[in-house]
């Protein structure tokens, strides 16, 4: 292993994650026409102008089996907006909306599973887009975790993000077709927030074009955010008590690049941010806000992110996007 990333190897072991019970809510049902991602200005960097889907749209789900190298399995659970009513839980195998998505990866925390963020990760797919969250191999829970194991992932994420957008035209696959596949984010909470951070410093994914990190860390993958820009969002309790607060900050003022922080002042490393509830609420609202205008290029939503923030008084927004 390079010397450079061996001396936060230690501090790396720290990283736990701490997760309540998480459920879905119903989703608002208002509808309208699907829209796509149209090429005309640029909002943000890299991302044309377009709309993102008004509409909330019902949640499938489905598992894709994959290994990266032959000794990493790296099975992935899929949501995606599907036919039929919005605001129930996921469908296995639900039929695909119609319409082209953006591809959004997420990177769960230490001794985790992508179904620990289900009320998360389904309010995204309702909003327009696939979710592609792998099962990491050494990281999760069932598994024997070494948590040094973190800084391999970020090349797993970029496997799996190959893999997920090659089924936009693989023969026969529901999703061919349905992917925006220049359209892409990567996030993750906690360890899969330093898997998500390494995604835009030491191993760079130029695919990608915007990042979310939920309690996350520069440890261990270091804070030199290289390549194109990518606006980025972080999310963090104050009250965080395994990620400590000041080291996600100090992560975040080291971006170059257009960004935004969300603090909320009573939330912990964990249930406060995912378990359902008031909070979540606000963590998803502005999640989904960042993401339609970061990957659907879409000014409105950006003009509602930070309302969205405010709501409840449970949170603050450092905006710099």
């Known amino acids: 292993m390079p010397r450079r990333r061996t001396a936060a190897l230690v501090a790396t072991t720290l990283l736990t994650v701490g997760l ?22 640029t909002p943000g960097p890299g991302v044309p102008r377009g709309r993102a889907p008004e509409q909330t749209f019902a949640v499938g789900v489905r598992q894709l089996p994959l290994n990266r190298d032959g000794d990493r399995p790296l099975p992935v659970t899929l949501w995606y907006p599907a036919r039929g009513e ?16 953006p591809v959004v990866v997420f990177s769960h925390g230490l001794g985790a599973r992508p179904a620990d963020y289900a009320a998360l990760l389904t309010r995204w797919a309702a909003a327009g887009f696939v979710v592609a969250a792998p099962t990491f191999p050494h990281t999760s829970r069932g598994a024997q975790v070494n948590p040094l194991d973190v800084l391999n992932q970020p090349a797993d994420v ?20 349905r992917l925006a596949t220049d359209r892409v984010a990567a996030t993750g909470h906690s360890a899969g927030g330093v898997t998500t951070i390494g995604l835009f410093t030491l191993d760079r994914d130029e695919r990608l074009d915007a ?19 990518a606006p980025q969002l972080f999310v963090h309790g104050e009250l965080d008590e395994v990620v400590d607060y000041a080291s996600g900050r100090a992560a975040y003022d080291r971006v170059p690049w257009p960004k935004a922080m969300l603090s909320l002042p009573r ?45 409840g008084g449970l949170a603050t927004l450092d905006d710099r996007l």
């Open 158 to 177: 970029s496997y799996v993000l190959t893999e997920v957008l090659g089924l936009d035209e693989r023969a026969g696959d529901p999703l061919r077709g």
């Open 20 to 41: 309540a019970a998480c459920s879905t809510d119903a989703a608002p049902t208002t509808r309208s026409p699907a829209a796509e991602p149209s090429a005309t200005a």
């Open 211 to 229: 990042g979310v990190v939920l309690a996350g860390t520069a440890l261990g993958v270091g804070s030199t955010f290289v390549g194109a820009a």
């Open 267 to 311: 939330g912990d490393h964990g249930r406060a941010l995912l378990a359902d509830g008031a909070s979540l609420r606000v963590v998803s609202d502005t999640t989904i806000e960042f993401l339609r205008w970061s990957l659907y290029g879409d000014e409105a939503a950006r003009g509602r992110l930070p309302v969205d923030a405010a709501r």
């Open 86 to 101: 919005a605001g129930g839980t996921a469908e296995r195998s639900a039929p695909v909306a119609g319409g082209r998505f």
